[in-house]
């Protein structure tokens, strides 16, 4: 059973930078698209950003609010994916969950919760002042 531990959250002031960090527990990932989630109280669980299998900058979709903010990698040796934040907002805040689907598809990457087969348990970020 494929698990995924994310890291990283914390607390920030308004216009800081977290990086997010997602591995998977026993398993590499190259074989697993990724997508960053993140779920604020009150509110549904929205996709931040996802990648697929290969890591390919091409292959990267973010959500209209993080656009130009926030940036999703991978380590070349597939272990670790990561979620860059920059600039962040007061509204960014929410737990963030990162989440794997195993993939045959080279190019396939996509920011629908109901793609994903694998959860972490999430990290929180804060950003206040």
């Known amino acids: 059973q494929l698990q995924l531990v994310e890291s990283g959250g914390g607390l920030v002031q308004p216009g800081g930078s977290l990086r997010l960090s997602c591995a998977a527990s026993?398993?590499?990932?190259?074989?697993?698209?990724i997508g960053w989630f993140r779920q604020a109280p009150g509110k549904e669980r929205e996709g931040v950003s996802c990648i697929n299998r290969g890591g390919h900058a091409e292959y990267t979709k973010y959500a209209d609010a993080v656009q130009g903010r926030f940036t999703i990698s991978r380590d070349s040796a597939q272990r670790t994916v990561y979620l860059q934040m920059n600039s962040l907002k007061p509204e960014d805040t929410a737990v963030y969950y990162c989440?794997?689907?195993?993939?045959?598809?080279?190019?396939?990457?996509?920011?629908?919760?109901?793609?994903?087969?694998?959860w972490g348990q999430g990290t929180q970020v804060t950003v206040s002042s």
């Open positions: 989440a794997a689907v195993y993939s045959t598809v080279t190019t396939y990457y996509s920011l629908a919760d109901t793609t994903y087969d694998y």
């Open positions: 026993g398993f590499t990932l190259d074989n697993y698209a």
